[in-house]
């Protein structure tokens, strides 16, 4: 099955234009992706399930580091601010993965009709963890990915292949945890309440009280949830958010250095450029100049 999704993959992606990059399936949350060459991948990590299949790949989120290699997974629960390091890769054999992002809505769906339904796990942990896909699951996936052959059949099949889908994931031996996302008013799924929040507000100075709110806890316990699930403070979280989006204006829209620091938040340019600096191992302009030259 790994070698069959692998050349799966590797077809819709040659098909599409070819070479290294992101390949996405029109309108159904799914992207592939093949690169060449080790490197950092900094972003915002949405919900989904991102498995590699040629290579192997860190993903570096607060204090945590997780390693999957082919035929694992990163299963990701909330909106996370992280680094995915691509550590084995090369023009012989690229690294090669395939990301679906969840759709609560159709997993509580799933979640509902299970004759026997997971019990979520008790511990407050990651909203994060590393899993083996085969058996059903890489045999969903696989048709997932075959599918696209057939533009015209993908709005009417595909809404079955992801109830198939979940019903692996919720009934395989991660189901206690993956139905955190499903069960309503969960732990995670305040705390993601509170991350929408910030995410929309990253610019803007926001009081724990505020936050706390949003999630429905008391501040303590807010405070502990968060940490626990993210592997950051909120502190921290917005942080990684505000110099995320600075380098996306530095790079796609050609701000500067001060107005950059200065639109995501930060009233002072040195203390913007000490924490760039700390984030991503380089100054904010060396950076930037070194993004457009590697895109161009």
Not at 238 to 249: D, F, H, N, P, V
Request: aromatic share 8%.
């Amino acid at each position: 099955m790994a070698s069959a999704l692998l050349a799966a993959v590797s077809g819709f992606m040659d098909a599409h234009g070819g070479g290294e990059g992101y390949f996405p399936v029109p309108d159904v949350g799914v992207h592939m992706i093949r690169t060449y060459h080790r490197m950092n991948n900094h972003h915002v990590y949405r919900p989904s399930l991102c498995i590699t299949l040629q290579g192997a790949k860190e993903f570096l989120v607060g204090e945590d580091m997780l390693s999957y290699g082919p035929m694992q997974c990163l299963v990701v629960g909330v909106d996370l601010p992280a680094c995915g390091r691509i550590v084995v890769a090369s023009p012989e054999k690229p690294f090669v993965g395939i990301t679906v992002e969840f759709d609560v809505g159709v997993m509580r769906e799933v979640l509902r009709d299970l004759e026997i339904a997971p019990v979520p796990a008790a511990s407050t942990g990651r909203s994060m963890f590393v899993a083996d896909v085969d058996g059903p699951l890489a045999d969903c996936v696989m048709r997932m990915v075959k599918l696209t052959d057939t533009p015209k059949a993908i709005p009417i099949l595909y809404p079955a292949l992801m109830r198939e889908f979940y019903y692996w994931l919720l009934s395989g031996p991660n189901g206690a945890e993956l139905c955190k996302q499903a069960v309503p008013d969960s732990h995670l799924e305040r705390i993601a309440k509170a991350i929408r929040l910030l995410r929309d507000n990253f610019a803007q100075t926001l009081r724990i009280e505020r936050l706390a709110d949003a999630a429905h806890m008391s501040q303590s316990s807010f405070h502990q949830h968060f940490k626990a699930l993210t592997s950051m403070t909120p502190l921290q979280f917005q942080k990684q958010l505000r110099l995320l989006e600075a380098r996306r204006l530095m790079m796609a829209e050609a701000v500067n250095v001060a107005e950059a620091a200065y639109q995501v938040g930060y009233e002072s340019a040195s203390q913007f450029s000490r924490e760039y600096s700390r984030a991503f191992g380089v100054a904010p302009k060396r950076d930037a100049m070194g993004l457009k030259v590697s895109l161009a």
